[in-house]
């Protein structure tokens, strides 16, 4: 198979969707790999260690879209990215669609077959390219929070650990999945005062017995929600439901309640956000205030700490593509159902139904697409 990587566009954005090393797995069993000229630049991966590794490095990601079977990324397709998608062509990379009907629309037009890293799933129903990125995320968020509380950054001035004498910076955490975790343990490590909320008590239960006291633990419904944001210096926003936009927790009303200068990191921002008065940033501009509120919604988070986060990822992805790459797509995807979950647009079709439902499409099984 020939395999494209192309150089992410996306403001501010230095990952890439494949390493030398991930390049070498698949030019020594045979395939083929493009990489667009200086992808991995910015992270300190040079074009003459993909070209040790067996890559051919090409000028322009037209060629490389135009040539490739499979199409390896990090971030969604821009516009001018989906219209060089040609039909029965596979990508392979985060798409988080359900927010995003334009892109949405252009991928289906397109005819591609697109497999959204968010999805696939494993046999323990966990997430597990999404989980690289997710930890890389939660944990950033705390110390993305940490740099907008000062004063100079808009926020009321406190130190998230405080000092003998003053008491520490109160963070509430919306979810106890992989973001939530990662996210308190780095708070509880800065010396915060750390509350999470989740809706699953046994989940409750199991970060009780792993943090002890020092983690308080919430159940979240309405009332405990609200208390704890009006309380808060810092809330982090940790929502995920699979493919399908996150929901508004945290309303325009409960800004109201929280004191002037608190920060709201929305990590869910990727699906629409957790947050009603959230809205995508980048790492070029990535606060806004709203109510006297300080807003931290950048959409690709990791890509700020992109040689972390570009290892940690493909580390994740590699078997995948290696797999598809080895079996071709449509034998790759029914001999693994893990990885059938994660095809989200096929052929024209949406065989994601929390997209098809949250976007008005008519949703098509995966298995019934592949068979188009």
Do not use: W
């Not at 390896?72 to 009907?101: I, S, W």
């Not at 929502?239 to 929305?266: C, F, N, W």
């Not at 990822?313 to 071709?328: C, E, Q, Y």
Request: proline share 5%; glycine share 12%; with cysteine.
């Amino acid at each position: 198979m020939l395999v494209g990587v192309p150089k992410e566009i996306k403001n501010h954005e230095y990952r890439i969707g494949m390493t030398p090393s991930g390049v070498r797995e698949l030019t020594s069993q045979g395939h083929q790999v493009m990489v667009q000229k200086d992808g991995g630049a910015g992270i300190g991966l040079s074009n003459e260690q993909y070209i040790a590794a067996g890559a051919q490095i090409i000028d322009t990601p037209e060629e490389i879209f135009a040539k490739a079977d499979m199409i390896v990324k990090v971030k969604e397709p821009q516009p001018n990215e989906c219209k060089m998608l040609r039909p029965g062509q596979l990508l392979f990379t985060y798409l988080h669609l359900a927010p995003d009907p334009e892109q949405t629309r252009l991928l289906v037009d397109s005819g591609a077959i697109c497999i959204a890293y968010e999805t696939v799933t494993d046999s323990k129903g966990a997430l597990p390219l999404l989980a690289p990125m997710s930890e890389v995320a939660g944990r950033m968020s705390i110390q993305a929070g940490a740099h907008a509380l000062e004063k100079a950054q808009g926020g009321n001035g406190t130190l998230l650990g405080g000092v003998p004498g003053v008491a520490p910076a109160k963070v509430t955490v919306i979810g106890g999945g992989v973001v939530g975790v990662n996210a308190a343990r780095m708070a509880l490590g800065m010396g915060a005062d750390v509350t999470i909320l989740d809706r699953s008590l046994p989940r409750l239960k199991e970060l009780d017995e792993l943090y002890g006291p020092g983690l308080k633990t919430l159940y979240s419904n309405t009332d405990n929600l609200a208390n704890a944001v009006a309380d808060s210096d810092l809330v982090v926003g940790a929502v995920l439901i699979p493919g399908a936009a996150a929901p508004h927790l945290v309303t325009r009303e409960m800004l109201g309640t929280m004191k002037k200068g608190a920060v709201l990191v929305d990590v869910a921002i990727d699906q629409g956000g957790c947050f009603e008065t959230s809205h995508a940033t980048t790492h070029q501009e990535p606060t806004y205030e709203v109510d006297g509120i300080v807003h931290y919604c950048v959409a690709n988070m990791p890509g700020g700490v992109a040689r972390t986060s570009t290892f940690a990822l493909t580390n994740a992805t590699l078997p995948f593509a290696v797999s598809l790459a080895n079996k071709g797509v449509r034998k790759a995807l029914e001999e693994d159902t893990h990885l059938l979950n994660g095809l989200n647009v096929c052929k024209g079709k949406v065989t994601y139904e929390a997209v098809a439902h949250d976007l008005g499409y008519d949703y098509m099984p995966a298995d019934q697409a592949l068979s188009l």
